[in-house]
């Protein structure tokens, strides 16, 4: 599959900060993703991005589709520790059924 | 809300045995998948499935792996000779109306000795 760069690999903050980690790729994608997955678990969906420069929030969360489509951002606004948990981004290629994932994000919270 | 479900929710087998993992899709959903996540990695595609044929596969889907639909609800993977690198969590997920927006079950972990 096409590789992803997620970056950061981990983030420790403290409850009430903002926190941002993007993704990025040689390939262009379609459709972006963004995941979060807690421990034992399946992998969530948080948001969807389909269109270059769109930039869609879900609460206290928002993410961009990068204007080349070979990036993506989230961004969590004001954290709590119930954001603890490992974030995906995944991307879709136009002609494939396959989503990409990227080696996420671990983000812990103190409170 | 509609949810992807899985079973079992762990599954231990020896190596060579054939194990058979099962998932019920959302109801109204058309697309059907399948990913693995081997400890601390990244989730890895393995398959697509739709109109009851492959669409997709990965060079992970080899010989030793084959997907099925038995009946309007269930979705299975069967690994006919497990290896000790099977061992990973096995994710089914589902979409529709387009590939787009997958959402995940809740994984089976198999663990091959």
């Known amino acids: 599959g096409q590789q992803l760069n997620q970056s950061p690999q981990s983030m420790f903050i403290q409850e009430g900060e903002d926190v941002s980690m993007n993704c990025t790729s040689s390939s262009i994608f379609n459709t972006w993703l963004w995941y979060k997955q807690d421990p034992g678990e399946g992998p969530v969906l948080l948001i969807a991005l389909y269109k270059a420069g769109e930039l869609t929030s879900n609460g206290r969360l928002t993410a961009q589709f990068g204007i080349t489509r070979k990036d993506s951002f989230l961004n969590i606004s004001a954290s709590i520790p119930s954001d603890v948990g490992i974030y995906f981004c995944?991307?879709?290629?136009?002609?494939?059924?396959?989503?990409?994932f990227g080696k996420g994000t671990s983000l812990l919270v103190t409170p | 809300e509609p949810e992807v479900t899985q079973t079992p929710s762990h599954q231990v087998t020896q190596m060579g045995q054939e194990v058979i993992l099962r998932c019920v899709p959302i109801?109204?959903?058309?697309?059907f998948y399948w990913y693995r996540q081997i400890l601390g990695q990244k989730v890895e595609f393995l398959v697509s499935?739709?109109?009851?044929?492959?669409?997709?596969k990965s060079e992970i889907f080899d010989d030793q792996f084959s997907v099925e639909r038995p009946d309007g609800s269930n979705f299975t993977l069967k690994i006919r000779s497990t290896k000790l690198e099977d061992s990973a969590m096995y994710f089914c997920a589902s979409s529709d109306p387009t590939p787009n927006e997958q959402f995940f079950g809740p994984g089976t972990r198999l663990t091959v000795l």
């Open positions: 995944a991307g879709r290629r136009g002609s494939g059924y396959a989503l990409n």
């Open positions: 109801s109204n959903h058309l697309y």
């Open positions: 499935f739709y109109n009851n044929e492959i669409s997709e």
